[in-house]
């Protein structure tokens, strides 16, 4: 668990990526989104899964677990790059719409879902996803939540496409997982419940975009108030760390992932935190 996610320029992962930018109302609020970064060069979200085999993995065994034995009518993968797991959503849905804000991953996802026709890839922000209300019954959100300390109009919109009884599959950051509670209870402190940026203080004067964990609990009050509430939960990529994938390489760490992933739920013990949805 010691590899966390690093928002180094050269390898920074998926952000909530923006066409241009998008606005939402939250409690009165106007709420701006602007987020072109990984227009930039600088951003290959392909390269950085290089050395990352056992994440993706353990990813992909949530989503399925997650969804197994279901069927939908159209899944959309908000902010989901050049379509990394929307090719795995085929499996489940039968028609797919990658919702990418970033036009270069989409140039990408060109080649990378070349022959698979299942998927449509559409110019979206996660915040303004242009789609009818009621119109989907199947969303994923990974590695895009890190990147808001504020996702409210985001789930919101969510909320809005999808069709009542629908499934939101979310993945996100977790920073009440164990390592991060044994940190904070050597200093005598609880870990806080408000969203942690975890930028060093070299990316926040250099503009980074905002690179936050979430506490699960924080997270979830904002989940059922946007009107979901949860069926299931994962604890994901338990064992990740630079020292164990070099040990015991990903197909060892991956059979274990597969035992601690549904029992280390309750405690949200990894770094990342898998929930099923269930819009009310």
């Not at 909530?16 to 998008?22: F, L, N, P, V």
């Not at 242009?130 to 590695?143: E, M, N, Q």
Request: charged residues 30%.
């Amino acid at each position: 668990m010691k590899e966390q996610r690093s928002s180094l320029r050269s390898n920074a992962p998926r952000a909530d990526r923006a066409a241009g930018s998008a606005s939402r109302q939250v409690g009165g609020t106007k709420v701006v989104r602007k987020a072109d970064q990984y227009d930039d060069p600088k951003y290959n979200y392909q390269d950085y899964w290089a050395g990352r085999e056992y994440e993706h993995a353990a990813e992909e065994m949530a989503i399925k677990r997650l969804l197994r034995g279901r069927r939908f009518e159209h899944a959309v993968d908000v902010g989901g790059g050049y379509g990394r797991l929307s090719k795995l959503l085929t499996k489940f849905a039968q028609k797919v719409t990658l919702a990418e804000p970033s036009r270069q991953q989409l140039k990408i996802a060109e080649i990378y879902l070349g022959k698979t026709p299942a998927v449509e890839r559409k110019l979206l922000q996660a915040a303004d996803l242009k789609l009818p209300d009621g119109s989907v019954d199947l969303v994923l959100v990974v590695r895009v939540l890190h990147h808001l300390p504020d996702p409210r109009p985001e789930l919101a919109e969510i909320a809005r496409i999808l069709k009542p009884g629908g499934t939101f599959l979310l993945e996100f950051a977790n920073d009440a997982h164990f390592l991060n509670r044994i940190r904070y209870a050597v200093k005598g402190k609880k870990v806080p419940k408000k969203p942690v940026d975890i930028r060093s203080v070299a990316n926040k004067k250099d503009g980074e975009i905002p690179f936050v964990n979430h506490h699960p609990h924080t997270l979830i009050e904002m989940l059922q108030h946007a009107g979901f509430e949860v069926e299931a939960a994962l604890s994901g990529s338990n064992l990740r760390s630079p020292t164990l994938k070099r040990i015991f390489g990903k197909n060892l760490l991956i059979k274990v992932e597969k035992v601690l992933q549904p029992m280390l739920a309750p405690i949200y013990f990894g770094p990342s935190v898998w929930l099923r949805l269930r819009k009310k």
